[in-house]
């Protein structure tokens, strides 16, 4: 009889500690520690293999004498996956997608477990059951595919099936509902999901079948998140978006086997989720006239450019202190440009109300948006519109100087690519750059009244 021991394990990063903290030392999270059993005497963690299997001690091996072959990657039906996993699905390798619950991540592992055809996939669920996940199934497109469902949520029964079955790939929804008989804490928690991790994992490396692993994100901490496994897998994907709005960005946070700066956007329908190839358009509305407070910059999420509309409203404060509310955009950042306007610009917004917002439901970090932030906001206070033909991509400085950004040439070329007639962009962004190579206006400019100059009187 194995002796049984407990530890305390922190449930957003996995910390252990001998006694109960109020507060993780290591990812500063208060009241995250769960004591767990932990069983001492059981088997190596990770030990998928039923007792008897051995394996032999690996040996030292000179670098040149290892052979490498590029592996022969599947590739999905799904154009943004391919690209966010780094070209296609590596055989071995384990991937984890993140997201909060209810985002979508078994619908895009259902929708490409069915897309894969002429391959064996078994999609594992311990959440749901065979008849809702075929009730899903049937609002999807679906070609015929060798799909198999199985529920269920000990990872011994699960390795049991598929060592005769042999998926080509194996999907795991979700990582939280599985355990394991060889660690005696329940499922979702840490010591679970990483032993769990773990016996994936060997059986991947062991067998050359991709797994992908769903790992729900909780803000509260009540199920270990995927933060724990990250250092594990091979990649890690997340999964994220609003609720409200439809569109879901899928970003590579770890990726063993491709760069971590892709990036994938879908579009929830009723019918899935389909691919969004071409965001910028959708993203910035189509009008026919020209509204004032509304400016289209360029920003960069992962490799792509993509074209954002960006729409403010300065109206008179009538009561008491001015609002500043700001969706999709850093509110310190608005806070510090409308700072910038007031004592460079020489614009009155002490006294107004401001409201920005990034259409489309996307969070944008780029500075390079700060230009067309500023020009919207002053195009809505004077109310002239700015030709919905001109697009800017540049940072704005403490001295109301316009900064250069990267990837000024990719912005560039999707604003010409687009249809717009000119582009904003920082001077010193201009070294280097062919202008008249290019069928688009580019314009550029040191200073933000320059700018104004340019576009709204
Ligand atoms: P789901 O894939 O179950 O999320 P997760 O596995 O991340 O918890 O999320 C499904 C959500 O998407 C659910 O609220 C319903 C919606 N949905 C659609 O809008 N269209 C569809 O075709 C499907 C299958 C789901
Ligand atoms: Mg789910």
Known sequence: ??????????????????????????????????????????????????????????????????????????????????????????????????GEPGIGKSTLLLQIALGLTDTRVLYVSGEESEQQIKMRAERLPAPVSDCYIMTETSTQNIFRTVEHFEPEVLIIDSIQTMHSSLVESGAGSVSQVRECTAEFMKYAKEKGTPVFIVGHITKDGSLAGPKVLEHMVDTVLTFEGDRHTTYRILRTTKNRFGSTAELGIYEMQGTGLRQVTNPSEILISQRDEALSGIAI???????????????????????????????????????????????????????????????????????????????????????????????????????????????????????EKLGFKQIFISKYNVKGLDINSYKIKIQPVSKLDEVFQGVLM
């Open 1 to 98: 009889m194995a002796k049984t021991k407990t530890t305390f394990f922190c449930q957003n990063c996995g910390t252990q500690a001998p006694k109960w903290l109020g507060r993780c030392p290591a990812c500063g999270e208060w009241n995250t520690f769960v004591e767990e059993v932990i069983t001492k005497e059981e088997p190596v963690a990770g030990n998928w293999r039923p007792a008897g299997a051995t394996k032999q001690a690996a040996k030292p091996k000179a670098i040149h004498a290892i052979n490498y072959e590029e592996q022969e990657r599947t590739l999905t039906p799904d154009a943004e996956l391919n690209r966010v996993l780094g070209g296609g699905i590596v055989p071995g390798s384990l991937v984890l997608i993140g």
């Open 297 to 415: 910059g360029s920003m960069v999420e992962g490799n792509r450019p993509l074209l954002i509309e960006i729409q403010a409203l300065v109206s008179v404060a009538n009561y008491g202190t001015p609002q500043r509310s700001s969706t999709g955009f850093d509110a310190k950042r608005l806070q510090m440009l409308l700072a910038v306007l007031e004592k460079r610009g020489g614009f009155r917004l002490g006294q107004q109300d401001v409201f920005l917002n990034v259409a489309g439901g996307l969070k944008v970090e780029d500075p390079a948006i700060d230009l067309a932030v500023c020009a919207a906001i002053v195009s809505s206070y004077e109310d002239i519109a700015i030709p919905s033909s001109v697009a800017f991509a540049a940072e704005v400085g403490l001295g109301g100087e316009v900064r250069a950004v990267h990837r000024v040439e990719s912005r560039i070329s999707e604003a």
